[in-house]
């Protein structure tokens, strides 16, 4: 009787726990900052649509990262992308936290952002490649970082809010140094691969139908991700920075819940588009009733916990119709759609920062449901393609997503939510 066991994903070499960590640290990032903003707001004298820039020059230099990513990466290598990262991180969480005006917190944001796009392109590969336990020891763990990250960071947020508006940047920097130091010192380092990526090929991908398509869907949706997740915790009746953080604390709970396992369990018994219907209209129903209870602040905290499960299912799903459509390699995929979606995500919370001084706070919210109805009837009109897409992934012998899946996380830039799809391509192979 063959008495082997598969090996645990969480009995790895050091240097992979150390990127791990990292990981955790990097994906605390943008809900950390939730806590704060009526916080920063208030003490820096700044107006909500100021305070809404550290969405806006983090996301967009993130979006414009993404093109180049690739093409840094296959120069000087995933391990000297990674910890440029790094650096960058640390650097610049820490002069954020020493900043004497909401301008400067700003334009270190931005820098923040570049260093996490970098470092976030490249962990995943990294992971994978330095792994013992193989390709799935290698997903679960990072899947873990994943959501104990996207959970922890209001968190961390709102408790080292309470001390100082710049104790949340001064933590995360704090924590990448530990985690720098310990990558530099443990991680081999990683040649670069032999094809070098051209800066054009994210944007030359867009000529494609598919992959036009459902990147403008995924700029739809973080229109209103990002509309709620950034103008929200001003309509919270004041609540300070720790009761913030566990507000947002539930929110990231149920985001990583139902991306890593509620979103693979839907998509397999309704298929990817009608999964996306629901959950696309599930935001648009939550931000329509924020917009219509703007002055109510339970309805406003109730919404956002509960949008939760819609985001955790849309960030895995809007991933997985761009991958499953797209007709070019899967690493140029995940550099143009995320370059796509985070400029709707990065544009967002200053609109609406805007759009509630101007005309009220009930009107961005409004604007975002019409947004991401838009985005339902968009994705409409790539059905097909998508229900090809899931009758392949299920058909008899090993599935073609798998190998394609196993391939993308290994390499540069990647997505979160690429281990995600892998982690579901991998099970169904085992029961077939």
């Not at 970098?118 to 799935?136: D, N, Q």
């Not at 905290?301 to 390699?329: F, W």
């Not at 393609?385 to 997503?401: K, W």
Request: hydrophobic share 55%.
């Amino acid at each position: 009787m063959d008495q082997t066991t598969a090996p645990s994903p969480f009995r790895q070499p050091k240097a992979v726990w150390a990127v791990a960590f990292a990981c955790v640290i990097s994906f605390m990032g943008i809900g950390l900052v939730d806590p704060i903003l009526p916080a920063l707001s208030g003490q820096l004298r700044a107006s909500h649509a100021e305070v809404e820039l550290l969405f806006t020059s983090y996301l967009v230099v993130t979006a414009v990262a993404m093109l180049v990513s690739g093409w840094v990466s296959s120069r000087i290598g995933a391990k000297r992308t990674l910890v440029t990262g790094l650096v960058l991180i640390v650097v610049f969480a820490a002069l954020a936290g020493a900043s004497g005006g909401i301008w400067g917190i700003v334009g270190f944001r931005a820098g923040w952002g570049l260093g996490n796009a970098l470092f976030i392109a490249t962990s995943l590969a990294v992971i994978v490649g330095s792994a013992s336990g193989g390709f799935a020891g290698a997903i679960v763990l990072y899947e873990s970082a994943l959501g104990l990250g996207i959970a922890a960071g209001p968190l961390l947020g709102g408790l080292l809010g309470g001390i100082s508006w710049r104790g949340p940047f001064f933590g995360v920097s704090a924590l990448m140094l530990i985690a720098l130091v310990a990558t530099v010192v443990l991680l081999d380092p990683t040649p670069p691969p032999g094809h070098r990526a051209r800066l054009s090929e994210p944007i030359t991908a867009l000529r494609h139908r598919a992959l036009a398509t459902t990147s403008v869907v995924g700029l739809l949706y973080n229109w209103a991700f990002f509309t709620m997740l950034g103008y929200a915790p001003f309509l919270m009746g004041g609540l300070e920075p720790i009761a913030l953080g566990a507000v947002f604390f539930g929110w990231g709970l149920l985001v990583a819940v139902f991306a890593v396992f509620g979103a693979p369990w839907l998509k397999d018994r309704f298929g990817t588009a009608r999964t996306l219907y629901g959950a696309l209209t599930g935001i648009a129903v939550l931000c329509a009733a924020i917009g219509l209870f703007d002055t109510t602040p339970v309805v406003v905290i109730v919404a956002v916990i509960l949008s939760g499960i819609v985001v955790g299912l849309n960030n895995t799903l809007v991933t997985t119709a761009v991958m499953s459509v797209s007709p070019v390699p899967r690493a140029t995929a995940s550099a143009t759609y995320g370059f796509v979606r985070f400029i709707g995500g990065g544009l967002a919370p200053f609109a609406a920062g805007l759009m509630a001084a101007w005309v009220g706070a009930s009107v961005p919210f409004l604007i975002a449901a019409v947004v991401v109805l838009a985005g339902v009837v968009l994705l409409t009109t790539i059905r097909g393609p998508l229900a090809e897409a899931d009758a392949a992934a299920v058909a008899p012998g090993p599935s073609r997503e798998r190998r394609n899946a196993e391939e993308a996380v290994g390499e540069v830039p990647t997505l979160p939510s690429e281990a995600v799809l892998a982690e579901d391509a991998l099970q169904h192979d085992r029961r077939r």
